[in-house]
């Protein structure tokens, strides 16, 4: 059987609550988290809410007239995982407003290159967990897998989960140690999306990650062009 011990896994959790209290998204990353675990995987969460994150798209704020910056210590997590997972609570049928300052303090890191004249993301892989009582899960889904791509990463087949209520006012997931946990779409989803990112991250780091021809950047900087058709460019 294939092994996923030497993977590791962050999950970045953007509800808009502390983790003094409970929060419905950690409740269904943590089936996500479980799997993984199970395989051997090392699993590592942040409450992003705990942290003093400005907004901003650079590495660190402080040089940029912050007084604290909580996210460089996220950003060295970040990449030190293979797997990121970003779960969200829907408001307002969008992700949380922590979720997108996430996704901008990611986009930080966008012009850093790793040692094979990349972005600094390739060889990883993203998924994300979204919950809430309103419609959303897909849209949600849509932007932040969207994002991560965009920046790097690898999305797998079925990367998303989720559950979502009676739309308006009611119960969330979780809630009353049952609610939604029998609802067989959504474990199904969460459990597809687990091992489907194991098993990405296995064959990206088996493979040395994303190969190297066609994306470097400074190479295209200096001029190669990589085969592109219009000789007027080159």
């Known amino acids: 059987m294939t092994a996923y011990d030497d993977l590791t896994a962050l999950?970045?959790?953007?509800?808009?609550?502390?983790?003094?209290?409970?929060?419905?998204?950690?409740?269904?990353?943590?089936?996500?988290?479980?799997?993984?675990?199970?395989?051997?995987?090392?699993?590592?969460?942040?409450?992003?809410?705990?942290?003093?994150?400005?907004?901003?798209v650079q590495p660190d704020m402080t040089e940029h007239g912050w007084d604290t910056d909580g996210w460089p210590a996220v950003q060295a997590q970040v990449m030190a995982a293979d797997i990121l997972v970003i779960g969200t609570p829907i408001w307002l049928g969008d992700k949380s407003s922590i979720?997108?300052?996430?996704?901008?303090?990611?986009y930080s890191w966008s012009g850093k290159l790793n040692d094979r004249d990349q972005s600094a993301y390739y060889g990883r892989v993203g998924g994300c967990i979204v919950t809430g009582n309103e419609d959303g899960i897909k849209h949600c889904a849509m932007n932040i897998l969207y994002s991560l791509q965009h920046l790097g990463y690898v999305i797998p087949p079925q990367a998303d989960a989720g559950w979502i209520g009676e739309a308006g006012p009611g119960p969330s997931y979780g809630d009353d140690g049952k609610v939604g946990l029998d609802n067989d779409f959504t474990q199904r989803n969460t459990?597809?999306?687990?091992?489907?990112?194991?098993?990405?991250?296995?064959?990206?780091?088996?493979?040395?990650?994303?190969?190297?021809?066609?994306?470097?950047?400074?190479?295209?900087?200096?001029?190669?062009?990589?085969?592109?058709p219009n000789p007027e460019y080159r």
Request: glycine letters at 6%; a positive charge; charged letters at 25%.
């Open 11 to 56: 999950f970045i959790n953007t509800s808009l609550k502390r983790s003094s209290e409970p929060s419905h998204t950690q409740a269904l990353m943590d089936v996500a988290i479980a799997i993984m675990a199970k395989q051997g995987v090392r699993t590592s969460t942040i409450r992003a809410a705990d942290l003093d994150i400005p907004p901003g």
């Open 99 to 106: 979720c997108t300052r996430v996704i901008e303090r990611l």
């Open 191 to 228: 459990t597809f999306m687990a091992w489907n990112l194991m098993h990405l991250a296995r064959l990206l780091k088996d493979a040395g990650g994303v190969p190297a021809h066609g994306n470097q950047r400074t190479a295209w900087d200096r001029g190669e062009r990589f085969d592109h």
